[in-house]
């Protein structure tokens, strides 16, 4: 809604696209269809969406690895987010996606909005697609320890903190972010070379 899981997206971006050989491509699932009424999303203070493509489920199958960004809502993704999966049901019907690497990132309002919960919740969508989800785990090193500042993100995956929409990811946010799209990107050409 605030534009945080994009800029996250855009640093993964970034880091996939620093490994040899991988092109990587964003799309904002962020404008998959609205499910709230205009004058809800006007008493939040949302601002336009941007111009990123939108996805369709089927241009999934054309991918090799995904790393899927959404917010928060009561500790599991988005309802919008949640209704773009559950129309992937041919792709599952299909298993066109079985196989294929996955990780997640998401952005919550607080410490306490979710963000393993997130996570964990997410994973069953990956799951009954048969797609392998790769967690960054502590792979992030000496980031994931920080404890002077105030850090989204997990072993899950990357992740930031929004506020009521003010608070922007941080730089150590945004580096983890890179990781994650460094560390799924060479993970997912690996598994593309062996294949």
């Given at each position: 809604?605030?534009g945080?899981?994009e800029?996250?997206?855009?640093?993964?971006?970034?880091?996939?696209?620093?490994?040899?050989?991988?092109?990587?491509?964003?799309?904002?699932?962020?404008?998959?269809?609205?499910?709230?009424?205009?004058?809800?999303?006007?008493?939040?203070?949302?601002?336009?969406?941007?111009?990123?493509?939108?996805?369709?489920?089927?241009?999934?199958?054309?991918?090799?690895?995904?790393?899927?960004?959404?917010?928060?809502?009561?500790?599991m993704?988005?309802?919008?987010?949640?209704?773009?999966?559950?129309?992937?049901?041919?792709?599952?019907?299909?298993?066109?996606?079985?196989?294929?690497?996955?990780?997640?990132?998401?952005?919550?309002?607080?410490?306490?909005?979710?963000?393993?919960?997130?996570?964990?919740?997410?994973?069953?969508?990956?799951?009954?697609?048969?797609?392998?989800?790769?967690?960054?785990?502590?792979?992030?090193?000496?980031?994931?320890?920080?404890?002077?500042?105030?850090?989204?993100?997990?072993?899950?995956?990357?992740?930031?903190?929004?506020?009521?929409?003010?608070?922007?990811?941080?730089?150590?946010?945004?580096?983890?972010?890179?990781?994650?799209g460094?560390?799924?990107?060479?993970?997912?050409?690996?598994?593309?070379?062996?294949?």
């Open positions: 809604m605030y945080h899981v800029r996250l997206a855009q640093e993964i971006k970034k880091g996939a696209d620093s490994v040899e050989g991988v092109e990587a491509k964003l799309h904002d699932h962020e404008q998959v269809p609205e499910t709230l009424a205009d004058v809800v999303l006007g008493k939040m203070s949302a601002p336009p969406k941007s111009d990123v493509p939108i996805i369709t489920p089927n241009e999934l199958s054309e991918a090799d690895g995904f790393v899927f960004g959404f917010p928060t809502r009561f500790g993704m988005a309802a919008q987010f949640k209704a773009f999966l559950d129309a992937t049901g041919g792709l599952w019907k299909t298993q066109q996606l079985a196989g294929k690497p996955a990780g997640i990132f998401y952005s919550t309002s607080s410490q306490g909005g979710g963000q393993e919960t997130t996570a964990l919740t997410a994973i069953t969508q990956l799951v009954h697609h048969g797609m392998l989800f790769v967690p960054i785990g502590y792979t992030f090193g000496a980031g994931m320890f920080e404890m002077e500042e105030l850090k989204g993100g997990s072993p899950y995956g990357s992740g930031t903190y929004a506020g009521d929409g003010s608070r922007q990811p941080t730089k150590l946010e945004l580096e983890q972010a890179f990781h994650q460094m560390y799924i990107a060479t993970i997912t050409k690996k598994l593309k070379e062996s294949a």
